[in-house]
């Protein structure tokens, strides 16, 4: 697929306020990104706003305070989405098509029971979700990731295993937790972990390091099938060097370390 072929459902609801950049991300690495109001995917719109999201290629849920992170963060978006178009989503990660949730949309898509999604996509009662941070605040600063895929990740085939990028953090519910007994663990055995939170130097984080005391320093994990990634820090806000953190630029170019995240998806697709 050519990457001017690549369409992108950028989508949102009230309270979501991340949507402009992370078109504008998209946008940046070739690809025509829409954002779409959930309503328009429900059909609860002018005929002529009506999408259908298998006509997109990817599907991207951008951060903000959906529904006003009532009940918690994420929640009352994906009951939406489950109740009117959750075969549709099912079907759209069931075709290996790339979905990506960056802060309140990794909220959302662990409300969704499509991460960690361990036994079944969008699993009934979901198995995971994310809790407030241990500081009981808000917490907004620069973090710095570590890679620890080992390749099945299909949004960080361009970031080096063990490399490390900046990308912002920004929210009140980071903290990764599960009811199930060995969940980091499996998380592992599965190659579904993705980031995890390091000190600039790349070695264990601590607070304010890890923002949110994450087991295991978790910032993202994937699906089993590597096409669904969510992670709480904002790749699509580091675009360009000019608005990382100046001590993170020693090891890039004119890019931002967040780019990666955006051509590697561009490189899966190229493939398809
Ligand atoms: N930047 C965001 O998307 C924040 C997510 C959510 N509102 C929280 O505070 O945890």
Not at 57 to 69: H, K, Q, W
Not at 118 to 126: G, L, N, Q
Not at 208 to 231: F, L, T
Request: aromatic share 8%; hydrophobic share 40%.
């Amino acid at each position: 697929m050519k990457a001017e072929d690549v369409k992108v459902c950028v989508v949102r609801i009230e309270g979501t306020n991340c949507e402009d950049e992370m078109a504008n991300a998209f946008g940046m690495v070739g690809a025509k990104a829409e954002k779409v109001h959930l309503k328009q995917l429900l059909g609860q719109c002018a005929p002529e706003l009506k999408r259908d999201l298998e006509d997109y290629d990817i599907l991207a849920f951008p951060g903000g305070f959906s529904a006003g992170d009532y009940v918690r963060a994420g929640a009352i978006f994906a009951a939406r989405i489950k109740a009117g178009i959750g075969k549709e989503v099912r079907d759209f990660v069931e075709a290996g098509k790339p979905v990506l949730g960056v802060c309140n949309g990794f909220q959302i898509l662990v409300e969704l029971g499509l991460l960690p999604a361990f036994d079944e996509t969008m699993a009934d009662v979901p198995n995971a979700a994310l809790y407030n941070n241990d500081s009981g605040r808000f917490e907004c600063r620069p973090t710095v990731l570590r890679n620890d895929n080992k390749g099945k990740c299909v949004w960080t085939s361009d970031i080096p295993k063990g490399g490390l990028v900046m990308t912002p953090s920004a929210h009140g519910e980071g903290k990764l937790m599960s009811n199930i007994p060995d969940f980091v663990e499996k998380l592992e055995e599965n190659d579904q972990v993705v980031f995890r939170y390091v000190t600039p130097e790349g070695g264990k984080a601590y607070y304010p390091w890890n923002p949110n005391g994450s087991p295991s320093d978790i910032a993202g994990i994937c699906n089993p099938a590597g096409n669904v990634m969510g992670m709480m820090p904002h790749p699509e806000r580091v675009m360009t060097a000019y608005t990382a953190a100046d001590w993170s630029r020693g090891h890039r170019s004119d890019d931002g370390d967040g780019k990666l995240i955006f051509t590697s998806v561009m490189k899966y697709l190229a493939k398809r």
